[in-house]
Nanobody
Framework: QVQLVESGGGLVQAGGSLRLSCATSRSIFSFNSMGWYRQAPGEQRDLVATVTSGGTTNYADSVKGRFTISRDSAKNTVYLQMNSLKPEDTAVYYC?????????WGQGTQVTVSA
């Protein structure tokens, strides 16, 4: 059973920063990829950033240059550093792990950016 536990969400003013963490119950290299998705009220869940086991990263256009995904293999943790936050970044952020054609999801963490 794969467990993904997110932390680090909260309320921040526009222009501020937050760092999200996603701790997994097994080696991050056991997954084909890990990443972050977000879902605003009434919207679909969208990709924010992913990193493959080989280290290739991918970002949504809306966050390029502001968000950075990284990982710490010793801690089995993936991070999302979010800078220059905007009100439109407000959403529930979900950690994702993908392996053997299956997606695993964390419980989500709320990020709210005030104007």
């Amino acid at each position: 059973q794969v467990q993904l536990v997110e932390s680090g969400g909260g309320l921040v003013q526009a222009g501020g920063s937050l760092r999200l963490s996603c701790a997994t119950s097994r080696s991050i290299f056991s997954f084909n990829s890990m990443g972050w998705y977000r879902q605003a009220p009434g919207e679909q869940r969208d990709l924010v950033a992913t990193v493959t086991s080989g280290g290739t990263t991918n970002y949504a256009d809306s966050v390029k240059g502001r968000f950075t995904i990284s990982r710490d293999s010793a801690k089995n943790t993936v991070y999302l550093q979010m800078n220059s936050l905007k009100p439109e970044d407000t959403a529930v952020y979900y950690c994702n792990a993908y392996v053997y054609l299956r997606d695993y999801w964390g419980q989500g963490t709320q990020v709210t950016v005030s104007a």
